[in-house]
Structures are given as structure tokens and as C-alpha cells.
């Protein structure tokens, strides 16, 4: 079982920035992968950004266009996602994941999320 709480959202004006985190318990160190995916009303949930628990390799979703960097703490056991030129349309509740594969396949583990908002 793995526990985790996003914290750091909030309301920004256009092209400010935020720093989300995500503190995790529990069995983290079994994570292979761990993500931030936002939802914003009425859409689905889509995945913004990935980092490899052994490498720390890193992926974006296109529409980041190098506005936010993933990042993580081992020694805090935190995830961060530092958002900065926030838009309108990144306007979301934002949820911390984390991966963890099993033999029959993988188990996700979801925070409750924080929402983000960017005021035109």
C-alpha cells in the first residue's frame, strides 16, 4: 500500500508559477513510476508529467512545452511539479500517482489531489 497527499495549490494570475508536492508512505520504494496527471471539469483525467523512480528519467505531455520540470526527494520520499508561465487552460486539479508493477500486472496508488487555478 502506498499513501499519498499532494499539497501547493492554488490561485496564480497568468504566467506565475507553483510548486505542487506530493509526500508519499507506505510501500513507495516498491514504485517503479511515479506522475502527476491533472483533471480539469468536464475533461479526463490525462497525465502531465513522469519520473522513473531508478533513473529519474523524465517525461512531458506535449502541451508542458518546457513550463514544468518533475523532480524528486528520495531522501523526503516527496514528488514536486514546479509549474511555471502558467496558462487559463492549466487550470485543473492536479493528482500526485504512483506505479507499482506486480507480477499479474501494476497497481496505481492516487493522492486526493489539489486544484490549480490560473485567473486570466
Known amino acids: 500500500q502506498v499513501q499519498l497527499v499532494e499539497s501547493g495549490g492554488g490561485l496564480v494570475q497568468i504566467g506565475g508559477s507553483l510548486r505542487l508536492s506530493c509526500e508519499a508512505s507506505?510501500?513507495?520504494?516498491?514504485?517503479?513510476?511515479m506522475a502527476w496527471y491533472r483533471q480539469a471539469p468536464g475533461k479526463q483525467r490525462e497525465l502531465v508529467a513522469v519520473?522513473?523512480?531508478?533513473?529519474?528519467?523524465?517525461n512531458y505531455a506535449d502541451f508542458v512545452e518546457g513550463r514544468f520540470t518533475v523532480s524528486r526527494d528520495t531522501s523526503k520520499n516527496t514528488l514536486y511539479l514546479q509549474m511555471d508561465s502558467l496558462k487559463p487552460e492549466d487550470t485543473a486539479v492536479y493528482y500526485c500517482?504512483?506505479?507499482?508493477?506486480?507480477?499479474?500486472?501494476?497497481?496505481?496508488?492516487w493522492g486526493q489531489g489539489t486544484q490549480v487555478t490560473v485567473s486570466s
Open positions: 507506505g510501500d513507495i520504494r516498491k514504485s517503479e513510476i
Open positions: 500517482n504512483a506505479r507499482i508493477y506486480t507480477p499479474t500486472g501494476a497497481d496505481d496508488y
Open positions: 519520473i522513473t523512480t531508478s533513473l529519474s528519467t523524465t
